[in-house]
């Protein structure tokens, strides 16, 4: 069983940016659809970003596409989340995901295959204050 872990998060103020990264070990990486996910204080967990590890295709839901990016770099085997622009209800706990069912295939695919993601990181707090 491999491993994720997301590191980057911190306390910012609005308007200002964050890069979130997450770290695979023990997968082949190349075989994956990587997530972020993030939940709000009293909210229910969402996936906002996928990226397909092995095709390179990437989709962000509507809320957020304007502001955030996810990315990826091979070489490292590590996917990021560029937040710009951040707003108060950006704060929450973020976590990446790992899909090793959905890869090879569109990246709104494994968004759309929600319950792939069975591997999860420790999480990492983002705060904004306004």
């Known amino acids: 069983q491999g491993q994720l872990a997301e590191s980057g998060g911190g306390s910012v103020q609005a308007g200002e940016s964050l890069r979130l990264s997450c770290k695979t070990t023990?997968?082949?990486?190349?075989?994956?659809?990587m997530g972020w996910f993030r939940q709000a204080p009293g909210k229910e967990r969402e996936l906002i970003a996928t990226i397909d590890t092995a095709g390179g295709s990437d989709y962000v839901i509507d809320s957020v596409s304007d502001r955030f990016t996810i990315s990826q770099d091979r070489a490292k085997e590590t996917t990021s989340l560029q937040m710009n622009n951040l707003k108060s209800e950006d704060s929450g706990n973020y976590y990446c995901?790992?899909?090793?069912?959905?890869?090879?295939?569109?990246?709104?695919?494994?968004?759309?295959?929600?319950?792939?993601?069975?591997?999860w990181g420790q999480g990492t707090q983002v705060i904004v204050s306004s």
């Open positions: 023990g997968y082949y990486y190349r075989r994956l659809c």
């Open positions: 995901a790992a899909d090793a069912d959905s890869w090879g295939k569109s990246a709104r695919y494994c968004y759309d295959s929600l319950r792939g993601f069975t591997s």
